[in-house]
T-cell receptor, first 111, second 114 residues
């Protein structure tokens, strides 16, 4: 499984845009990139997934360069409620569908 | 829909005891899995199932058994609890379709083994 590397922690202020970059140098051709969010004492929650270029939904954007060796999760105008741990995962094709969760990035949004 | 439910929410066991953590989903998902999360760490896959009657081991399967007799239920059994199994356990489910990685997680079971 492709290993991912992300910053351990980040701080931001309310209203700012936050970009969290994930490195996945040995990503395979069939791998998709998926991001999850986890609040304390809760299970992770799916945010967004993508294969290449840019994906946007109502919560976030995901930017993936052409070589796919990294990806950036962008959270527009964060609020205090966005304080959480964010996990970048690289998933195999659907039969295995097994994720490897790293320690994630602990985002703290300050007032 | 209730989504993914887990019981109990909290459990304290003595070393050597056995117990079963329950997980159920009402979304007709084929894929179900169990993870454990130790303090300050990411989730580690224990066992998973791609459908009723099919299970397989994940990264950390030792000390745990699973079975999948129905699509809805995926219980995790601790055979002989050890302090190293103190953790938060999450169950997850998803559709088993190509390139869809949206897993739905339950609220977790916090287990302490003394």
């Amino acid at each position: 499984l492709a290993k991912t590397t992300q910053p351990i922690s980040m701080d931001s202020y309310e209203g700012q845009e936050v970009n969290i970059t994930c490195s996945h140098n040995n990503i395979a051709t069939n791998d998709y990139i998926t991001w999850y969010q986890q609040f304390p004492s809760q299970g992770p929650r799916f945010i967004i997934q993508g294969y290449k270029t840019k994906v946007t939904n109502e919560v976030a954007s995901l930017f993936i360069p052409a070589d796919r060796k990294s990806s950036t999760l962008s959270l527009p105008r964060v609020s205090l409620s966005d304080t959480a741990v964010y996990y970048c995962l690289v998933a195999m094709d659907n039969y295995g569908q097994n994720f490897v969760f790293g320690p994630g990035t602990r985002l703290s949004v300050l007032p | 829909n209730a989504g993914v439910t887990q019981t109990p929410k909290f459990q304290v066991l003595k070393t050597g005891q056995s117990m079963t953590l329950q997980c159920a989903q009402d979304m007709n998902h084929e894929y179900m899995s169990w993870y454990r999360q130790d303090p300050g760490m990411g989730l580690r896959l224990i066992h998973y199932s791609v459908g009723a009657g099919i299970t397989d081991q994940g990264e950390v399967p030792n000390g745990y058994n699973v079975s999948r007799s129905t699509t809805e239920d995926f219980p995790l059994r601790l055979l002989s609890a050890a302090p190293s199994q103190t953790s938060v356990y999450f169950c997850a489910s998803s559709f088993h379709r190509d390139y869809s990685y949206e897993q739905y997680f339950g609220p977790g079971t916090r287990l302490t083994v003394t």
